[in-house]
C-alpha cells in the first residue's frame, strides 16, 4: 500500500543564524513528518530551536539546507511572495499573545486571511460558531477574554482551505482551565482532518497529543 502524504514535511532541517563567534546551530538536521488528523507536540528546553522549527515550518524562516514540503509539494524554494501566499492557503499559525489586530472586529480578524486571498468571507460565521464564539464576531479583541481570544485565534488559523496548524505556546498565557479548553478546541480542528505542531513546555498537554518530539540543542532526542 502506498504511504499517506503528510500535511507536512521537514526533510533533513539545519537552520543557522550569524557568523564567526556569533554563529548559532539553531536546528542540526531536522526531519519529521505530520499526517493529516495528527498533534505532533514539540519540546524541550528554552533555546533548544522549538520556535525556530516553527517558524521553518510556517515558511517564516528560510531554512539554510533542507526542504520542506506542504502536502507533498516542495515549498522551500519559493519567492517571499510565492511563500507568503503558500503559507496563507496552506498554513495557519496560533502564538502565546494571540496576535488579533486590535483594531478589527473578531470577524474581521477571522475573515483577513480570506480577504488577503481575495476569497469569500461567507464562512466566517461558521467558523466562530466551531470554536464556541458565535455571535461574538462584532466584537474588538479587547472586549473578549483571553481564551476567547485564543479561540478566534485557532479559527483565523484554520479558516479556509488551510489543513496545518502550527501553535508555539498557544496557552501560555490563560489559566488551565482555559487552556484546556483551548487545546481541546485545537484538538477538535486536527480531528476534523488538519495536521498541527505544538510547541509546548506543558508535559501534560502530551496527552492531547499523537506523539511528542523532543528538542535539545537542535536536534531531536
Ligand atoms: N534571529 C536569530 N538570530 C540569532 N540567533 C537566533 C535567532 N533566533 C533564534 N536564535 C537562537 O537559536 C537558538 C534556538 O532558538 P529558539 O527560539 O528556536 O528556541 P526555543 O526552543 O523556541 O526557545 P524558548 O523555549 O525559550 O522559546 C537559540 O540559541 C537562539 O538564541
Known amino acids: 500500500m502506498s504511504q499517506p502524504v503528510p ?3 521537514l526533510q533533513q532541517i539545519s537552520v543557522v543564524f550569524g557568523e564567526g563567534a556569533r554563529r548559532v546551530v539553531a536546528l542540526d538536521d531536522i526531519s519529521v513528518a505530520v499526517q493529516p488528523g495528527e498533534l505532533l ?38 519567492s517571499p511572495a510565492a511563500a507568503a501566499r503558500a503559507r496563507r492557503r496552506h498554513v495557519g499559525v496560533v502564538f502565546q499573545h494571540y496576535n488579533l489586530i486590535p483594531t478589527l472586529t473578531v470577524a474581521e480578524n477571522v475573515a483577513l486571511p480570506l480577504e488577503l486571498d481575495g ?9 466562530l ?5 458565535e455571535g461574538m464576531g462584532g466584537r474588538f479583541p479587547d472586549e473578549i ?36 479548553e483551548v487545546l481541546r ?9 488538519a495536521a498541527g505542531l505544538l510547541v509546548t513546555h506543558e508535559p501534560r498537554f502530551a496527552a492531547w497529543s499523537d506523539r511528542t518530539i523532543m528538542v535539545r540543542d537542535g536536534r531531536l532526542s
Open 41 to 78: 507536540a514539540v519540546m524541550g528546553p528554552s533555546g533548544s530551536g522549538k520556535s525556530t522549527l516553527l517558524n521553518v515550518a510556517g515558511l517564516l524562516q528560510k531554512p539554510t539546507s533542507g526542504e520542506v514540503l506542504l502536502a507533498g509539494e516542495n515549498v522551500s524554494r519559493l
Open 119 to 127: 476569497s469569500s468571507t461567507a464562512g466566517v460565521e461558521q467558523a
Open 129 to 133: 460558531a466551531e470554536v464556541g464564539l
Open 7 to 9: 500535511a507536512l514535511e
Open 145 to 180: 477574554s483571553g481564551g476567547q481570544a485564543q479561540r478566534a485565534a485557532i479559527a483565523r488559523a484554520l479558516i479556509g482551505p488551510r489543513s496545518v496548524i502550527l501553535a508555539d505556546e498557544p496557552t501560555g498565557a490563560l489559566d488551565t482551565t482555559t487552556g484546556d
Open 185 to 193: 478546541i485545537l484538538r477538535e480542528r486536527i480531528d476534523a482532518g
